[in-house]
């Protein structure tokens, strides 16, 4: 069992500064989860936790040593790649058994580890295959396999599921989710994928342009997003922002409809950002914050999604799946008081 | 038109195939298919360019094989190939490892390496054939002479004479197997390489588990492409022997120099044909023996 801390890491590569010091305490067997759009900075971090990338300053510590200097190999970490970097001209068992070379078991200890492995991968079957006679899920295993067959103290993944289909991914989340349950190691885990952060991590963060948005449990970045970039890449579809400006009794958008919205902590004249999720900005028939015109419907089954025609500007609203509004219909949105976002327009940040 | 019209997508497509295919069919049955049979059949006979050509069943091979010249040609051809091939592979994986790592002046090594490829063998040997004299002429035995070392009678001795012109061989074919085997370097994903640092292999053990292995194709289109290349090897043997072709004493002496001085300076064609069925066979076994050895299992 592990921790992992960042402090002040920063990377650079020449003049351009690609991190700008970044600080993360990751808990002993805890599942933390980098995400953010690609260039954001993720898969360098992982790859300087990794050894993979020099640090250009701060620091890395694992398990409470500085491992700013130290090779890959005497960090006690494994790492799962994105393009799983399982060898071709090897089986399966060859595979799983390389990254044991260097330690000191026996070979029938090697063996067994190797065996007890592919038992809780379920492998057991395709120890003496090669690589291009399995599928994508399989060699995904081998590839964790490999990682694990050393019982390191922290698991790194980069993207390991990116390369799978829709269906295979799904799958595959939640067998990761059952190994971390199962091992207790930490895990460090980067993806694109906000639904991926979402179904798997103990703790999220929110990473964009080498600087660190928010970290907080899946809920915490759902439910208070500390700003409007959190706000929109958490969540399918992103959250409808509305500019406005904090008029005397209400909100006054900048489209010209008025909301109405609890205005204590805020001064009169102070441009605002309201945040609504189309989650819950619902279709209704009588009451409402405000209303539009339905321009698309996307029906999903269970819900609509309605594209709302706000004075000009564009919301996505829920409506029935059953009874869905019609394009051209004028509908009202109403959201609850507690699902409403709120955000400084000049720093982004969220209001509490 | 009407009949064309009339044809499915496919024999559409397998009438445009043929069309497409004809002329150099036909073009590789005249330059190719034809002389090449021609050749076997004139392997049986008794020709002198001129006159008539006669059967003479299997006179020239029972001639060749009992003479003394063709068994030291056809050692000098193998011992072209089993120095040659090795030497260039090892000498040009070597330079292909460290300059894929590589990043200064990367272009301009790589272009040094590949500009000899790029020469006339004839302008080369003849470059070779001068660094081999004697002081004052012979760069290599001027500097031996500075270091108060004795001369080395490069091109002149039996012993050192087919090395000295292997050398310029494998130089000049360095570059293109220096290409080739960068390219199958760059196909090797660097995840692999940071898999195995992670996993705490050695460089040693990363060459020989990864490296090497997911090079094989490269291998071993190398080994045949430079093992055809050295048992036909002609340009600079000839040009660096011409006063002598072949060297004191044959010593350098390769089969298709052999084959030149039958049929253009003796005039035996028939006997020259049976030498040149005799190199074919050699070099259809080599690759065939070759391509079975290294194929993947």
Not at chain 1, 92 to 121: C, H, M, P
Not at chain 2, 155 to 162: G, H, I, R
Not at chain 2, 205 to 218: A, D, G, N, V, Y
Not at chain 2, 219 to 235: C, E, H, Q, T
């Amino acid at each position: 069992m592990t921790t992992v801390v960042l402090k002040n890491l920063v990377k650079a590569y020449g003049n351009t500064q690609v991190l700008h010091g970044i600080d993360l305490e990751i808990k002993s067997g805890e599942f933390v989860v980098l995400v953010g759009p690609s260039g954001c900075g993720k898969s360098t971090t992982l790859r300087m936790i990794a050894g993979l990338e020099e640090v250009t300053s701060g620091e890395i510590q694992i398990g409470g040593n500085l491992v700013n200097d130290l090779e890959p190999k005497d960090r006690d970490i494994a790492m799962v790649f994105q393009n799983y970097a399982i060898y071709p001209h090897m089986t399966v068992r060859k595979n799983i058994g390389f990254g044991l070379r260097t330690s000191k078991l026996s070979k029938t200890e090697r063996d067994q580890r190797i065996d007890e492995v592919a038992a809780i991968l379920e492998l057991t079957n395709l120890l003496e295959r090669k690589p291009n006679q399995l599928s994508g899920g399989q060699r995904q295993r081998v590839a964790m396999g490999r990682a694990m067959v050393r019982n390191p103290s922290a698991f790194l993944f980069d993207e390991p599921l990116s390369n799978l289909d829709a269906q295979l991914r799904t799958q595959m989340r939640l067998e990761i989710k059952k190994l971390h349950q199962r091992v207790g190691n930490t895990i460090i885990f980067v993806t694109h994928d906000q639904v991926e952060a979402m179904t798997m991590a103990d703790r999220i963060v929110i990473m964009k342009d080498g600087v660190i948005q928010q970290v907080g449990t899946p809920l915490e970045v759902f439910y208070q997003p500390a700003n409007t970039f959190v706000a929109r890449f958490i969540g399918a579809p992103s959250m409808n922002m509305l500019n406005g400006e904090v008029g005397g009794e209400d909100l006054q958008l900048d489209n010209g409809t008025r909301m109405s919205v609890p205005l204590n902590k805020l001064s009169k004249g102070q441009k605002i950002t309201v945040g609504l999720r189309p989650d819950d900005l619902l279709v209704k028939e009588n009451e409402g914050l405000f209303s539009g015109k339905v321009s698309l419907v996307e029906p999903l089954g269970s819900d609509t999604l309605a594209y709302v025609d706000v004075n000009g500007t564009e919301v996505i609203a829920k409506a029935s799946g059953r009874f869905p509004p019609a394009i051209g219909d004028r509908v009202n949105l109403h959201s609850a008081a507690e699902n409403i976002h709120l955000f400084d327009s000049n720093t982004g940040e969220a209001i509490q | 038109m009407g009949l064309y019209k009339r044809l499915t997508i496919s024999q559409k497509q397998i009438v445009w195939a043929w069309g497409l295919l004809a002329l150099p069919i036909l073009f590789y049955v005249v330059v190719r298919f034809y002389p090449t049979a021609n050749a076997i059949a004139l392997s049986f006979q008794e020709w002198n360019l001129l006159g008539s050509r006669s059967w003479i069943g299997f006179e020239n091979y029972t001639k060749l094989f009992s003479d003394p010249v063709f068994w030291k040609v056809f050692a000098n051809t193998f011992i072209y190939l089993l120095l040659g091939t090795p030497t260039s592979l090892v000498v040009a994986f070597l330079i292909a490892y460290h300059l894929d790592k590589l990043r200064f002046m990367h272009g301009t090594i790589r272009a040094l390496y590949f500009l000899p490829f790029m020469t006339t063998a004839v302008a080369m040997a003849w470059v070779w054939r001068w660094f081999y004299q004697p002081v004052p002429i012979g760069v290599f035995n001027n500097f031996l002479a500075t270091l108060g070392i004795a001369q080395i009678p490069f091109l002149n001795s039996t012993t050192y004479a087919l090395p000295s012109v292997l050398a310029p061989a494998i130089w000049a074919g360095l570059g293109f197997q220096v290409i080739i085997f960068m390219a199958g370097l760059r196909a090797i994903p660097q995840t692999y390489y940071e898999a195995a640092r992670i996993d705490g292999i050695t460089t040693w053990e990363t060459l020989t588990e990864i490296t090497l292995p997911l090079l094989k194709p490269t291998i071993v289109f190398l080994v045949v492409f430079s093992s055809i290349g050295f048992l036909r090897i002609f340009d600079q043997v000839f040009n660096m022997t011409t006063n002598d072709p072949g060297g004191p004493l044959n010593s350098t002496k390769p089969l298709v120099l052999m084959i030149y001085d039958t049929a253009f300076n003796s005039f035996d064609m028939g006997y020259a044909a049976a030498q040149t069925v005799v190199l074919f066979s050699v070099l259809l076994v080599v690759s065939l023996v070759q391509l079975r050895i290294m194929r993947d299992n």
